[in-house]
């Protein structure tokens, strides 16, 4: 049998192997911090005996599919911990989630955070006993008469869920037992850096008709540093809830009135009116005309890009004179009647339509967060209609406008290629297979790196995902540019070839911001409510030293800014210049200007940056050229 590994060197072995086997006989240190397999890529158990010749990779916790085997044995060593100190507990579900894991509980009475510091010293003890993790199989049959005996209700139904023929695994850690397709760590012992975090409710299945369950969400690193790096991040990211400075500053609010859609305040638009300002300009450069589609459509129109039958119950409807209707969810179906509704040539391709388009969709109450999770948004869409050989050139100029977009807010990203779904697909294998190769082909030419993410297409086409970082290494899946061959199919679209043919274009659908009312959330946490010049609601604040003797100059600075469009105030009030200065900065204004008698006999401004102790004294004209730079250039403070 031979074995080849990540390296490209070859083991051979005259007998079957497990995986961790295979990483001692490799090195006993490699052992040690081996948390996962991959196998032909696939993720497997470090249990998984091998049989034939494969290629082998020995995953840590360096890699993704590490951490998630990792935290998820963390949330098994919660969940049995918890079953120690209470018992009637029953247990629902506990997977590893992005940087970190949860494990969703029913409890008579509610957990408080005194709990989870009993909870933690119990773990402790779990992760000291260096217990031994294995795992079994039972018929359906079997299993389901084995929770019900360990009285786990929510176990039993996960089970008998699942086809009459299935197998199903456990995996046991001393007295604990669960219901789990692993992978696990071998023993509890290297989930010594770990911190529950958080107490949330959880409907059953994220169906609100459901019981309501405690979820208790928690982390784990293999080292401590890397525990307290990543809470010290976390507290950071507290101090910069969106929700939080958007309260602080003025830029939106929620309502009960409204759940999940959002107020802007005036500072607020003057935010989102600034970015979309900023989309128009850029997307006329680059060539889109701008359209704008009804926000309510007929059900007819739903029926026929399938929404109706698959997103029915994220839709709100109404009836009008006696036929359905629904408010748009997206923007794409109304694009689409745009291109149809002229006749088009080979020679109008690429045609560029952009849409700023105001969509509803019915998200669970329990999901909504802030600005980051809405029941109604402005997508910044575009919808891309082209010839097929013009797919790769038009994905290559997408993707550079997606790096400039992005390099203006300081945001990195990565770009995922999804690939066509195994099953559940439309369209020819090889057009699939053209299309693919023109967005990896067009991310080489771009310069960019890609991560292919086998099978996540969406059913029409496949697509790049962009992922932001932001500047506490968080990631946000942003952009996104998707290939639809549905949609032109669903619609007859056509356009006319050179030959006089009607040919079937290729439609792209494109975001960047995606959502602005998410995007706006992110830029809130990223700049931690400390926006650029350019982009902040009130840029300038003119702080006179004395209300009588200096006010008027003051007031002439003013007019000299709003002349030119700078969103500058004067704070004249009758209070302490100190007092002036710090609210200035507790409203984190990028320029507060302080005049007193040097600059009115002089002609001059001292200005002081946000966060910044030390002053600059400057001319009124180099005020004035600095200021419009800024705001010209984009530069980022």
């Avoid at 107490?199 to 008709?209: F, L, N, P, S």
């Avoid at 030419?445 to 099978?455: C, F, M, R």
Wanted: glycine share 6%; hydrophobic share 35%; with cysteine.
């Amino acid at each position: 049998m031979k074995i080849t590994l990540k390296d490209g060197s070859v083991k051979e072995y005259e007998n079957n192997m497990s995986v961790i086997d295979i990483a001692k006989d490799i090195s006993e240190g490699l052992a040690r911090v081996a948390c996962a397999g991959e196998v032909d890529g696939e993720v497997v158990d470090l249990r998984t005996v091998i049989d034939k010749d494969c290629e082998l990779n020995i995953l840590t916790f360096d890699s993704d599919e590490g951490k998630h085997a990792f935290r998820h044995t963390a949330s098994h060593i919660l969940a049995q911990a918890v079953k120690r100190l209470y018992p009637e507990t029953k247990l629902a579900i506990g997977p590893s989630i992005d940087n970190g894991f949860y494990y969703d509980m029913e409890k008579d009475t509610p957990f408080t955070q005194e709990d989870l510091e009993k909870i933690e010293k119990e773990m402790k003890k779990i992760v000291k006993e260096n217990l031994e993790i294995t795992s079994f199989t039972k018929p359906r049959d079997e299993a389901i008469a084995f929770m019900k005996e360990r009285n786990e209700p929510y176990k039993v139904e996960l089970i008998e869920d699942l086809p009459e023929d299935s197998v199903i695994s456990f995996y046991q850690q001393g007295e604990f037992v669960d219901l789990c397709a692993g992978p696990h760590l071998m023993t509890t012992k290297p989930v010594k850096a770990f911190k529950l975090t958080s107490i949330a409710g959880a409907y059953w299945r994220g169906d609100e008709h459901n019981q309501m369950l405690t979820r208790i969400y928690g982390t784990a690193f293999t080292k401590k540093a890397e525990l307290d790096a990543y809470l010290t991040m976390m507290e950071e990211a507290r101090k910069r809830d969106h929700r939080k400075l958007g309260k602080e500053l003025g830029l939106f609010m929620m309502r009960e009135e409204g759940p999940g859609f959002p107020f802007f305040l005036p500072k607020g638009m003057v935010l989102k009116n600034t970015l979309l300002d900023y989309w128009r300009e850029i997307h006329q450069k680059a060539g889109y005309v701008e359209i704008s589609t009804p926000i309510m459509l007929s059900r007819h129109l739903w029926e026929t890009s399938g929404h109706w039958d698959h997103y029915k119950e994220n839709m709100y409807t109404t009836v009008i004179d006696d036929q359905d209707f629904a408010i748009k969810p997206m923007n794409c179906p109304g694009g689409v009647l745009v291109y149809d509704s002229e006749p088009r040539s080979y020679r109008d391709l690429p045609l560029r339509m952009g849409e700023l388009g105001l969509v509803h969709r019915h998200e669970k109450s329990g999901q909504l967060h802030g600005l980051m999770r809405v029941r109604c948004f402005t997508q910044d869409d575009a919808h891309i209609f082209m010839r097929p050989d013009q797919i790769e050139s038009e994905v290559m100029q997408l993707i550079q406008f997606i790096d400039r977009v992005y390099s203006v807010f300081g945001l990195s990203y990565r770009i995922e290629l999804s690939t066509r779904p195994e099953k559940k697909y439309i369209g020819d294998l090889a057009i699939w297979e053209q299309s693919e190769k023109a967005l990896a082909d067009a991310c080489v030419h771009a310069g960019k790196d890609y991560k292919v993410n086998p099978g996540d297409g969406a059913f029409y086409g496949p697509k790049l995902d962009f992922h932001i970082k932001d500047s506490l290494g968080r990631e946000w899946q942003c952009g996104t540019i998707q290939l639809d061959m549905n949609l032109p199919e669903r619609f007859d679209l056509t356009y006319v070839e050179k030959d006089g043919s009607k040919v079937r274009p290729v439609m792209l659908h494109r975001v960047i911001f995606g959502s602005i009312e998410r995007f706006i959330g992110i830029l809130i946490e990223h700049f931690a409510g400390h926006f650029p010049v350019w982009l902040a609601p009130q840029q300038v604040v003119i702080v006179p030293v004395h209300h009588e003797r200096h006010l008027a100059y003051a007031q002439q600075l003013e007019a000299m800014l709003l002349a030119k469009g700078v969103r500058v105030k004067v704070d004249g009030r009758n209070e302490k210049l100190g007092y002036r200065v710090r609210e200035a900065q507790t409203h984190k204004i990028p320029m507060q200007i302080v005049v007193g008698d040097g600059e009115v006999e002089n002609g001059t401004a001292t200005v002081r940056r946000y966060g910044k102790k030390d002053s600059v004294t400057i001319t009124k004209e180099e005020l004035l050229e600095s200021i419009l730079n800024e705001i010209e250039t984009k530069v980022r403070v």
